[in-house]
């Protein structure tokens, strides 16, 4: 199975501070990498997919970035709404991961 | 509109069993694989399983497989999560969510039903 490991698993920053999260993956997965967001209580939310591209709807604040092992979310200039979980998940493989998630709260 | 609406969660004790439905509607439900999706109280996502558009390949996750099964029925717009022998540990809000299919541009998970809860305890 193709792990998935994400780092920080907590980060503390201001609005308007520019944010990276930082997944990697166990063996290449191409780019076939998806980025969420879920905040208490909701379903998570796809920001990105294919690695950099961004979902419709979504601010263009947030990109992707990486490819084969090594990924990265950022955030270009944090906002009150973007204090949240992210996750970040392979689907390389028919059998899915996730990484283990970054919690994004208020420094 | 797509819509995923996800139902049968509970309380039950362990050693039981449990069915998970998630009705789809807003979209062709016949060509996209779909998977179930859990996350344990103040933990993060874990996923279960999946199953192709027709309903021909399932893969789990190490930790249900052989006490879970996942199904679909295209007629009716939708899938099930049969689970059995449930244990404490398979406490966790349960998910559906919209999965692969060779033409939504690389997308997955694009949508997510609003999860029913399922708790294994005596």
């Known amino acids: 199975d193709i792990q998935m490991t994400q780092s920080p698993s907590t980060l503390s920053a201001s609005v308007g501070d520019r944010v990276t999260i930082t997944c990697r993956a166990s063996?290449?997965?191409?780019?076939?990498l998806a980025w969420y967001q879920q905040k208490p209580g909701k379903a998570p939310k796809l920001l990105i997919y294919?690695?950099?591209s961004l979902e419709s709807g979504v601010p263009s604040r947030f990109g992707g970035s990486g490819s084969g092992t090594e990924f990265t979310l950022t955030i270009s200039s944090l906002q009150p709404d973007d204090f949240a979980s992210y996750y970040c998940?392979?689907?390389?493989?028919?059998?899915?991961?996730f990484g283990q998630g970054t919690r994004v709260e208020i420094k | 509109e797509v819509e995923l609406v996800e139902s049968g969660g509970g309380l039950v004790q362990p050693g039981e069993s449990l069915r998970l439905s998630c009705a789809a509607s807003?979209?062709?439900?016949?060509?996209?694989?779909m998977s179930w999706v859990r996350q344990a109280p103040g933990k993060g996502l874990e996923w279960v399983a999946n199953?192709?558009?027709?309903?021909?390949?399932?893969y789990y996750v190490d930790s249900v497989e052989g006490r879970f099964t996942i199904s679909r029925d295209n007629a009716k717009n939708s899938m099930f999560l049969q689970m059995n022998s449930l244990r404490p540990e398979d406490t966790a809000v349960y998910y559906c969510?919209?999965?692969?299919?060779?033409?939504?541009?690389?997308?997955?998970?694009?949508?997510w039903g609003q999860g029913t809860l399922v708790t294994v305890s005596s």
């Open positions: 969510a919209r999965d692969w299919y060779d033409g939504n541009s690389g997308r997955d998970f694009d949508y």
């Open positions: 807003g979209f062709t439900f016949s060509v996209y694989w």
């Open positions: 199953i192709k558009h027709d309903g021909s390949e399932k």
């Open positions: 063996q290449s997965i191409s780019s076939w």
């Open positions: 294919k690695a950099s």
């Open positions: 998940q392979q689907y390389k493989s028919s059998s899915r991961t």
